[in-house]
């Protein structure tokens, strides 16, 4: 298939059958930018947010050259594709063979722990090495993001202390991560979080080479509109340069969400409507998995060629295609009162856990792949044109 300029573009001239994720390498690539511009220390591309290989060349593309991986798998492509990168290991957890090969394949010498047997099984499976960077992940709060991550992971009290201190005997450098939470909509999460962070080290009274505030950082969605970017760095920036207890300490962060969300959407078909709902060949088990399990609303367009009637805009329940009752979109979602069977609507700013989460559930789970160069339907890094008359809709309506 030719290269189309847009989804729309797409969907008139091949009318496809199946879903199509529509990547946009230079979306990834203006907020890869951004970031390596503007925040005041290293930044970490979290793998996991999304891993397509367009994705990722175009984060390298603006000079961001560590990973925080999560897995064996990821180590492997990032190991593969850039063989020079840094790749941090931050899954608090990870299989024994996963650290040995890491370690000793892949040149890993950051992995990140929450707990005594994890540090142990770090130590045994590099056989004691000297040049390990052990980053201690602390429990924070997660109260001021949209998608909580502190109820897993995070060491907190009186074994985070016994655990840095611990750490501190077996690492080369040392390091303290957290993370407040995905998509976290309030900046001073961060100066609160360091606070709590700077206590534990105190108490432990050891050095600390490594302060990595992790992710959290926000995209805009419809009844989501984060303050600007600026304003977390700015946070970040002032409560680092505060922490009583660092004396040379780097600072690093590991967006995933802000580096890829406005790098994909997804266009899906009606397959019917009944009423007010509509049943689509994609849904809560495959890309829009986050619109059915965190209630997360993705701005939506009707992709039809220019110059019909405009409709005025309807709420619609939405329905995933596997067979399963909770493969459903809440939203609200506002389409033109007229959609119909054989209409192709196009999900926006599902580049970040969009077809990462994806699954083949009942069958489903294929898809087209196409990369597309117009804008993303919002931005954080002004590259959206103007907001689609169905998301001021929604904004409105939350
Ligand atoms: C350790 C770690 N770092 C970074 C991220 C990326 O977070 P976000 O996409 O909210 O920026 C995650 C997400 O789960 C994570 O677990």
Redesign the pocket.
Same mark, same amino acid.
């Given at each position: 298939m030719e290269r189309p300029k847009s989804a729309l573009a797409l969907v008139l001239a091949a009318r496809p059958d199946l879903p199509v994720y529509c990547v946009r390498p230079h979306a990834a690539k203006k907020a890869a930018d951004w970031f390596a511009r503007n925040f005041p220390g290293d930044v =970490?591309y979290?793998v996991? !947010?999304n891993p397509h290989p367009a994705v990722l060349d175009a984060v390298r593309a603006a000079g961001v050259t560590w990973f925080?991986v /999560?897995s064996m798998p990821e180590v492997e492509l990032i190991g593969g594709r850039f063989p020079e990168a840094t790749m941090a290991f931050?899954? *608090?957890v990870k299989a024994r063979s996963a650290i040995r090969r890491a370690y000793a394949e892949f040149g890993v010498r950051i992995f /990140?722990l929450d707990s005594h047997d994890e540090l142990q099984k770090i130590i045994a499976e590099t056989n004691g090495a000297k040049d390990l960077n052990l980053v201690i992940?602390l429990a924070v709060s997660g109260d001021y !993001?949209e998608?909580k =991550?502190s109820g897993k992971?995070g060491a907190a009290g009186p074994e985070a202390v016994m655990l840095l201190r611990e750490a501190r005997a077996h690492a080369c450098e040392l390091g303290v991560?957290f993370?407040v939470?995905?998509? +976290?909509m309030r900046p001073e999460a961060w100066r609160i979080a360091m606070e709590s962070v700077s206590d534990i080290i105190r108490q432990a009274g050891v050095t600390v080479d490594i302060v990595?505030v992790?992710?959290?950082?926000?995209a805009a969605y419809p009844g989501l509109t984060p303050p600007p970017l600026s304003a977390y760095v700015d946070e970040i920036r002032t409560a680092f340069e505060a922490m009583p207890v660092l004396e040379n300490a780097d600072l690093w962060c590991? *967006?995933?969400? /802000? =580096? +890829? !969300?406005e790098a994909g959407s997804h266009i899906v078909r009606v397959e019917l409507r009944k009423g007010d709902a509509l049943y689509l060949n994609e849904g809560g088990y495959g890309a829009l998995f986050d619109a059915a399990h965190d209630g997360l609303v993705y701005p939506t367009k009707l992709l039809r060629a220019k110059g019909g009637p405009r409709r005025p805009l309807k709420p619609f329940r939405l329905y995933g295609p596997t067979c399963d009752s909770i493969d459903a979109l809440k939203g609200p979602f506002f389409l033109p009162g007229d959609v119909h069977e054989g209409d192709y609507i196009e999900f926006g700013m599902t580049g !970040?856990?969009g077809s990462a989460l994806a699954t083949k559930f009942n069958g489903f789970g294929e898809y087209i792949e196409a990369q597309v160069s117009d804008a993303p339907m919002l931005s954080m890094y002004g590259l959206a044109r103007a907001p689609h008359s169905n998301v001021v809709a929604m904004a409105k309506s939350r």
């Open positions: =970490l979290a996991k !947010a925080d /999560a931050m899954h *608090p /990140a992940r !993001a998608h =991550l992971f991560s993370h939470g995905s998509q +976290c990595d992790g992710g959290g950082f926000p590991e *967006p995933g969400r /802000a =580096l +890829c !969300a !970040a856990y």
